[in-house]
C-alpha cells in the first residue's frame, strides 16, 4: 500500500497538476477559435475531469512499462572463463574446468545493468588445500546485489598432485613440407635448445613419449637458400600413440634455424623407342630428334647421385609414316622437381635393311657367388645376331656394339638350357640372336 501511496503522490505532483496547467492555458488560448471548447474551458469541472482522463492514459502506459521491468527475466553468461588460485611449483590441479556458464536471475533492468559492467572472472582458491580429492566451490563476484547468479557447475572435484619434473630430449618435426618450393629442401635444422623440463603427475610423466618442436614451413616469410630463422616454435609433448599431452613444458618454446638448399643435377634426355618390330613391314626407324636433350633434376643428393639419365618411352607400334609425339616426362623416385615437364619427339621413317653380326660375345649375369660356368665342348660362347635397321644406322655396327647375355639367377649346380637375349647402344635397331637358347653347366667353386 505504501508504494501505491507513493506511485499516486508522484503522478498527482508530476503528471496530474502539470497536464491540469497545460490545459488550462491552452483552453485561454484557443476559446476565441473554438467556441464549443470555450465552453468546455470556462468550465472548471470539465477541465478537472479531462486532466483526468489524460492522466490516467499516461499513468496506464507507464505502469505497463514499469511492469515489464519489473518482471523476473533470466540471462546466460556461456563460456565464462575459471580461474584458480594454488601454488603451482609444488602441485597440479586436475578437475577444474576451463570454463563455466553463469545464469542470472532478476528484473529486465537489473540484467539490462548488469550485462553493462565488466564481466568478473569465476574463482577458485585451492591454496589451502593438500594432496587427495577434494570437493571445492566456484565462486564468482556479483556485479549487482539485486540479481541472482547460478555457476554451471558450481561445485568440483578437484584431484591434488605433488609437481615433478624431468628433462627430455627435444626433437624437430618439420611439418607442412610439402608447401616448400619443389626446388629446395631442408638441409638441417638446429634449435637453441637440446632438451625440455617436462612438469607434472608421476603417471602423466611416465606416459609422454616424445617432445618435438613443430616447424611449421608456412610460418617461413621467404623461405631461400641458407639460414633461415624461425621464432617461437611451439613445443609439443606427445605419448607412444602420437596424442598431445596434457603436461607443463619448459620452455614451451624455442628458436630455430632451418638450413635449406637447393641440390641439382643436369642430366641427359634419353628418348626410347618401344614395340619396334610392329612399325609397318619394310620400314624402320631413321632418326629421332628431341626438343629437349638435356633436363635440371632436383632432390636429395644421395638420390641425384643414383641418376644419370632420365628416359622417356615412346610406342611406335603401328607407325606408318613420320610423326610428331608430344609426351611427359616423368619424374623418378626421389625427385622433387624437373626443369621441364614436356619433350616433343619427331620420328622419321627410312626403308628397312638387315644385317649379321658374328662373334658377339656371350656373358652371364646374376650368378650365384657360389658357383660358377663351366665351358665344355658343347657350350657356345659367342653368338651371332640379326639387326634390322635402316642402312645408314646399322651397316657401321660392330660386335662391340652388342651385348649377348644369359640371366642364371636362382639356378643352382647342373646344366641347364636358357634363353640368350640381346640389346645394343643403337635403340632404333631391333636385335634377334641367331640362336636363342644355349646349354650351360654350373658347379660349385
Known amino acids: 500500500m505504501k508504494l501505491i501511496k507513493k506511485i499516486f503522490k508522484f503522478f498527482d505532483k508530476h503528471v496530474i497538476l502539470p497536464v491540469t496547467k497545460l490545459s488550462v492555458n491552452l483552453g485561454r488560448n484557443i476559446k476565441k477559435l473554438y467556441k464549443p471548447i470555450e465552453v468546455v474551458s470556462k468550465n472548471k469541472s470539465s477541465i478537472i475531469v479531462l486532466s483526468l482522463v489524460i492522466s490516467i492514459v499516461v499513468f496506464i502506459y507507464v505502469d505497463k512499462r514499469s511492469t515489464t521491468l519489473l518482471e523476473t527475466n533470466a540471462k546466460v553468461l556461456y563460456n565464462q572463463p575459471v580461474t584458480a588460485t594454488y601454488n603451482d611449483e609444488e602441485y597440479v590441479i586436475e578437475g577444474i574446468p576451463e570454463t563455466v556458464d553463469i545464469t542470472m536471475i532478476g528484473t529486465k533492468a537489473n540484467l539490462y545493468l548488469a550485462k553493462q559492467l565488466p564481466t568478473q572472472s569465476v574463482t577458485v582458491d585451492l591454496s589451502d588445500l593438500k594432496v587427495g580429492v577434494h570437493q571445492v566451490e566456484l565462486k564468482y563476484k556479483q556485479s549487482i ?128 623407342p618401344t614395340s619396334l618390330d610392329k612399325v609397318v613391314f619394310g620400314k624402320s626407324i631413321e632418326s629421332i630428334e628431341s626438343s629437349v636433350n638435356k633436363v635440371t633434376i632436383y632432390g636429395s643428393t644421395d638420390v641425384l647421385e643414383q641418376i644419370n639419365k632420365i628416359s622417356v618411352n615412346v610406342d611406335v607400334s603401328e607407325l606408318k609414316d613420320n610423326k610428331t609425339y608430344t609426351k611427359t616426362i616423368k619424374k623418378p623416385k626421389g625427385i622433387r622437381e624437373i626443369s621441364t615437364k614436356t619433350v616433343s619427339i619427331n620420328v622419321k621413317l627410312g626403308d628397312e635393311s638387315t644385317t649379321e653380326i658374328n662373334n658377339v660375345k656371350l656373358s652371364y649375369k646374376n650368378l650365384n657367388s657360389n658357383y660358377l660356368v663351366q665351358v665344355t665342348g658343347d657350350s657356345t660362347t659367342e653368338i651371332p645376331v640379326i639387326l634390322k635397321g635402316v642402312k645408314s644406322v646399322i651397316e657401321d655396327m660392330t660386335a662391340q656394339d652388342i651385348e649377348a647375355y644369359v640371366d642364371l639367377k636362382g639356378l643352382e649346380a647342373g646344366e641347364h638350357e636358357v634363353d640368350v637375349t640381346v640389346s645394343g647402344n643403337e635403340n632404333t635397331v631391333t636385335y634377334k640372336p641367331k640362336i636363342s637358347k644355349v646349354k650351360i653347366l654350373i658347379i660349385e667353386k
Not at 616469410?221 to 630463422?229: F, H, Q, T
Open 145 to 272: 546485489t539485486s540479481v541472482e547468479y547460478k555457476l554451471d557447475p558450481s561445485v568440483v572435484t578437484v584431484v591434488v598432485s605433488p609437481k615433478q619434473s624431468v628433462t627430455k630430449t627435444l626433437k624437430e618435426e618439420v611439418v607442412n613440407l610439402d608447401k616448400l618450393d619443389s626446388k629446395l629442401s631442408i638441409e638441417s635444422v638446429n634449435l637453441n635448445k637440446d632438451e625440455i623440463i617436462v612438469k607434472g603427475t608421476e603417471a602423466k610423466i611416465k606416459e609422454v613419449s616424445s617432445i618435438k618442436a613443430l616447424l611449421n614451413v608456412n610460418d617461413l616469410s621467404d623461405p631461400k637458400v641458407g639460414a633461415n630463422k624461425l621464432k617461437n616454435v611451439p613445443v609439443i609433448a606427445y605419448d607412444k600413440d602420437g596424442k598431445i599431452m596434457d603436461v607443463e613444458l619448459v620452455p614451451n618454446k624455442v628458436n630455430a634455424v632451418i638450413n635449406i638448399e637447393s641440390p641439382s643435377k643436369e642430366v641427359p634426355l634419353e628418348i626410347v
